[in-house]
């Protein structure tokens, strides 16, 4: 190795960026040059030749022995704060709102009196140095679900939004939609309701159907937003047509807002306060929008002067901004709306939000905080048991340090929006707060970089117990040691499939093996359904999209004959059960399991077949199109539902003396 890739080397692991990692079949894959290279620039850091990798490695190594102050300080909120000091100052210590809380001099010590959970800034001044210093003060850890509910477990259900049936949404599950299924499910003794992530997907992305997708994280889908008049039934039809209902429900959408002058006055002045509320946030996505309708989704494709905000992009949003604000108004309404039906139906947490691993790098959540963002790369994943070839999400990436630099402030307001509107938050891919898998655009090869796992796990800490919200850290992939341990140690539920958990033989494991301080499902919107693990359909999908050969899916079905007969075993299930019945029984075992929640699929309740999701697939599968056969309507009486009471044990379901969380 050459004295310059030694350097290189050296400047990539002073940046987080890893030097190589591991796959399933614990094969090395070392970071090539290029990689490093791409990855450091995409962080804003030269690395293009031999002088500016040297120049670079001076410069971070200065900032270090200069720096007076740490970057942060985590601190364990309640108790004493005592940072050693190099030469005497004073010091002052600000609040949220920029208020002076305390302050002081320090000679060899700074001794800083206990601080409630929260953000606070160390402002500090020598003889001849000042510097200032984020201070995240975190509670011992998140709410638990004894915490919230005086309770050791509970269960729920999860179900897709767009794919719901009913008279009025038109063809994609509304937020209207929701108070008569959470009733139903409500009625049946679940404490939970699990959404896909209903984040903005971005007004101009009239092709984009994946959830995960979004334009921001911070603010809501429109496509869900349940026009005053309705839209008819849905069709009859399996698979949605998302052009077909946009084209539909915009154009309703356009009309309510048109006739909103002649709204009650109550409610105008409700949308007035909600947009004092918004503030200058609020003001930027909406210019993002109105600016997409009219130069296309991706900001990277618009004029020059409107590729950031600023006055420009302001004037030239200005006549359809109040439209775009309105449509969040309708949103968050009615959503609000949803969360108290579910409450009032005796569910303990009602709606349960996902937050997506990332946005996309054209859109809103990018253009709004290009001082944060990553360039020239996109988040991906490297080759699982999800993905045999591996993922490209085309989502960008928040840089570590400059997310620092801005107090994390993006992580903080979309944390602080889902969990108002929810009482129980999922973070998906929670392996990404300790690294994440960037792929560059240059075509070099992946490559994993350093997030600040415990500084995240601070902000999230933070923001649960102000909110009263339980989080669930989704935790599968290649887990580093003690992860987890951490994970769960900062108040975070982990993440357990039972359809993966193995023997050694390839059976699935009994319930009672799964993690105790975890969410446990039998599967998600990424694996086959009850029904279609059973069958093996998702094996038959593999080998359709030439994933395997026809020896390997022999082998795999082999393998799945004998997880079946392990099932059958476990739950005393005779050969020739039928599906309802091993439907009822698997989700009655799986209630035993130790774990703190429980989620049932609400495609597993009524029998469905077919995957929501295949990962690593944009055509080959009809992903995130698949609808519910039952109206929503008829679920309060849906037999599947009605059996729910018996198979869910006592201890997990709320009785009718006990109270739910605290608003």
């Not at 031999?50 to 670079?56: G, L, N, S, T, Y």
């Not at 309703?252 to 807002?257: K, M």
């Not at 469905?608 to 929503?632: I, K, M, S, Y």
């Amino acid at each position: 190795m050459s004295a310059a890739d030694d350097q290189l080397r050296q400047l990539a692991g002073a940046y987080g960026v890893h030097l190589g990692f591991h796959d399933l079949k614990g094969q090395e894959h070392p970071a090539s040059p290029d990689t490093l290279r791409a990855l450091l620039r995409g962080m804003g850091v030269d690395a293009a030749t031999a002088a500016a990798v040297r120049d670079a490695l001076e410069a971070t190594t200065a900032r270090k022995a200069d720096s007076p102050l740490p970057p942060e300080l985590i601190a364990c909120a309640g108790s004493r704060i005592a940072l050693p000091l190099a030469t005497p100052c004073r010091w002052s210590v600000l609040d949220e709102a920029g208020q002076e809380i305390a302050a002081g001099r320090a000679e060899d010590d700074l001794s800083i009196a206990p601080l409630p959970p929260g953000y606070f800034t160390l402002q500090a001044r020598g003889q001849d140095w000042q510097a200032a210093t984020l201070i995240l003060s975190t509670p011992a850890r998140a709410p638990s679900m004894t915490d919230l509910t005086g309770r050791a477990r509970g269960w729920g259900v999860c179900g897709a939004l767009y794919g719901l049936r009913s008279a009025r949404n038109g063809g994609l599950g509304s937020y209207a939609d929701l108070p008569a299924l959470l009733s139903a499910l409500g009625g049946a003794g679940a404490q939970f309701f699990g959404l896909n992530p209903i984040h903005a997907l971005g007004w101009a992305a009239e092709e984009m159907t994946s959830p995960y997708s979004p334009t921001h994280r911070g603010y809501f889908a429109t496509d869900h937003i349940a026009p005053a008049a309705g839209l008819g039934p849905t069709p009859a039809d399996e698979l949605i047509d998302y052009t077909a209902f946009r084209r539909r429900q915009r154009a309703a959408l356009r009309a309510d807002y048109a006739g909103f002058s002649l709204a009650p006055q109550s409610e105008q002045r409700a949308f007035k306060a909600f947009r004092a509320t918004g503030g200058a946030a609020l003001d930027t996505f909406a210019q993002f929008e109105a600016l997409s309708a009219r130069h296309g989704e991706d900001f990277r494709s618009w004029p020059a002067a409107l590729r950031r905000p600023g006055p420009e992009a302001a004037r030239a949003a200005a006549e359809d901004l109040g439209f775009h604000q309105w449509l969040q108004w309708r949103a968050e309404t009615q959503i609000d709306a949803a969360q108290a039906a579910a409450l009032q139906s005796g569910m303990d947490f009602g709606l349960y939000l996902d937050l997506a691993v990332g946005a996309r790098p054209g859109g809103a959540e990018a253009w709004m905080h290009r001082d944060t963002i990553a360039e020239g790369v996109t988040i991906g994943a490297p080759p699982d048991h999800l993905s045999p070839e591996g993922q490209s999400w085309n989502l960008a990436a928040h840089a570590p340090a400059r997310l620092r630099a801005a107090h994390y402030g993006p992580l903080r307001a979309m944390l602080r929006k889902l969990m108002a509107k929810a009482g129980i938050l999922r973070i998906d891919h929670a392996l990404g707060l300790l690294r994440s898998f960037w792929i560059p655009d240059d075509g070099s090869p992946g490559g994993y970089v350093s997030q600040p796992f415990d500084s995240l796990l601070a902000v999230i800490a933070i923001e649960a117990d102000r909110a009263r919200c339980l989080v669930v850290g989704e935790d599968l992939g290649l887990v580093p040691d003690g992860f987890r341990d951490k994970l769960n140690g900062a108040g975070l539920l982990s993440y357990a499939v039972w359809q993966y958990e193995n023997a050694q033989d390839g059976t699935l494991l009994p319930p009672e093996a799964l993690r105790p301080f975890a969410l446990a499902c039998f599967g998600t919107h990424d694996t086959p359904t009850l029904q279609g693990f059973w069958y093996g359909q998702d094996i038959a999908w593999w080998q359709r999209v030439g994933w395997l050969s026809g020896g390997a899916a022999k082998a795999r079905h082999d393998e799945r004959s004998r997880q079946r007969a392990g099932l059958r075993a476990q739950c005393a299930l005779p050969p020739n059960a039928p599906a309802d019945r091993i439907t009822d029984a698997l989700h009655a075992r799986l209630a035993t399991a130790p774990s703190a929640l429980v989620a049932l699929q609400l495609d597993d309740i009524i029998g469905v077949v077919e995957a929501q999701n295949l990962p690593g697939t944009v055509n080959e599968h009809p992903n995130w199109r698949r609808r519910l056969p039952v109206d929503v309507a008829a679920l309060h009486t849906a037999p599947a539902l009605r059996r729910l009471p018996d198979i869910m044990p006592a201890d997990r379901t709320r009785g009718p003396d006990q109270k739910g969380p605290t608003p």
